[in-house]
């Protein structure tokens, strides 16, 4: 495939950002850095996060939403306090539902181009499915010290692409070159992806799971870590969205072989977690 103008001039552009680390993108929302420094201080307190979420009307209604998912929700009473939705969740599930809005918020699409809007929307549904897919099998497998940082490997698994769209905007032909644009996103989205994770200070193993989740071969000895859950739950994913006959099997994937999941079982775990996946989803603004 020859590269047309359009797409050359804008990889150009992406080569330059990545090299000197210097991406166009809003700052993360306000409501978002206080709670992140909130968390970071050792005298955090569920009051003194909740101080910060009630001011924001939509956050409190995705933590809310979060707290009386499937798989969280205990019992038949439904939890209307923020104080007890917090408690519940945990600041580590609080954090994750703060930058699924933030992303939401950062790659604000509402006034750019249609073709760009239907990109980023399947972009964040898939990225929802994913983080909530990768929580679940974290959760399944065991001996995973911290689901909910899988989670947030999971939700932030394809931020590059989200980036990509958001700078392709300024390159409105590209968007009549729907397989150079294809291209563009699947050779570039993961580099970008974990410099970005890098900028926002993310732990590194979040980082490396948005640069190796499309790496089927990899194969780092121990048991699965992050990486592995976030390229099973990607692939698992695409089962939702392509037909199985579009997938690998399964059983050669190394990270697979560690969760011993084959394509049977991928399809048994995707129907025994249905209605939490779905909650999760719906929980996040999937």
């Known amino acids: 495939m020859s590269t047309s103008p359009a797409t050359f001039a804008f990889v150009q552009t992406l080569a330059a950002e990545l090299s000197h680390q210097e991406f166009d993108i809003p700052p993360f929302p306000d409501v978002a850095i206080r709670i992140r420094d909130a968390m970071a201080s050792p005298n955090v307190t569920t009051d003194s996060i909740a101080r910060i979420v009630v001011a924001d009307p939509v956050l409190t209604s995705r933590l809310l939403r979060m707290a009386n998912s499937a798989l969280l929700k205990r019992g038949t009473i439904e939890i209307i306090d923020i104080h007890i939705a917090i408690s519940r969740l945990g600041f580590d599930l609080v954090r ?35 983080g909530a897919l990768a929580y679940i099998l974290a959760k399944r497998q ?17 931020i590059g692409k989200f980036y990509i769209l958001n700078r392709a905007n300024d390159f409105p032909d590209l968007f009549g070159e729907p397989e150079q644009l294809h291209e563009l996103l699947a050779t570039w989205h993961t580099g970008v992806g974990r410099a970005i994770i890098e900028s926002w200070g993310f732990p590194p193993h979040i980082a490396e799971a948005a640069d190796d989740h499309e790496q ?26 392509h037909p199985p006959e579009e997938l690998p099997d399964l059983a050669g994937i190394p990270a697979c072989k560690k969760l011993r999941i084959d394509n049977m079982a991928m399809e048994g775990i995707l129907l ?5 996946i779905r909650s999760l989803e719906q929980a996040l603004g999937g």
């Open 272 to 276: 025994e977690s249905e209605d939490e």
């Open 142 to 158: 065991g001996g995973v010290d911290n689901p909910e940082e899988v989670m947030l490997a999971g939700l932030l698994h394809d």
């Open 96 to 130: 994750n539902t703060v930058v699924s809005l933030a992303m939401d918020t950062t790659f604000d699409t509402r006034h750019a181009d249609a073709s760009v809007r239907e990109y980023v929307t399947n972009v964040r549904k898939h990225s929802t499915h994913v």
């Open 216 to 241: 089927l071969d990899r194969n780092i000895p121990g048991s699965a870590d992050t990486t592995d859950l976030v390229l099973a739950a990607n692939l698992l994913v695409n089962l939702r969205e």
